[in-house]
């Protein structure tokens, strides 16, 4: 362990379950968010029950990040108010979380200090 602090998305999710078992020997700090509530498996996972539309939430929850794994989705094909932009996406906004690496389910930019 101690590649620092690595947040994923949609941890409760089917991908997001097989990657947290992956992921938690190999982290200092594990935080899981999901709107499914979770409990912490190991020490080093911090879970948080966020809906991903809450800015403020999801921005609190990413303090101290060093990487963000992004799964999080709505799983059904209903109308969407995401927002897509060359550089990052949010619904209805644009937020960039302070983290210095990019997953590949994310396109959301390092933040600039």
Same mark, same amino acid.
């Given at each position: ?5 690595? &947040? *994923? ?9 097989? +990657?947290?078992? %992956? @992921?938690? /020997?190999?982290?200092?700090? #594990? ?14 996972? &911090? *879970? ?9 939430? +999801?921005?609190? %929850? @990413?303090? /101290?990040?060093?990487?963000? #794994? ?29 983290? %210095? ?13």
């Amino acid at each position: 362990m101690g590649r620092g602090t690595v &947040v *994923v998305t949609g941890a409760a999710g089917n991908i997001g379950s097989v +990657v947290r078992r %992956a @992921l938690r /020997g190999e982290v200092s700090r #594990l935080v899981l968010l999901d709107w499914v509530p979770l409990q912490a498996e190991a020490a080093n996972e &911090v *879970v948080h029950t966020v809906d991903l539309r809450d800015a403020a939430a +999801v921005q609190a %929850a @990413l303090a /101290g990040a060093d990487a963000v #794994l992004h799964l999080g989705g709505l799983p059904d094909e209903a109308p969407s108010r995401i927002s897509w932009t060359p550089t990052c996406w949010a619904p209805t906004m644009c937020w960039k979380p302070p983290v %210095a690496r990019r997953s590949h389910g994310s396109c959301w930019p390092a933040a600039t200090a």
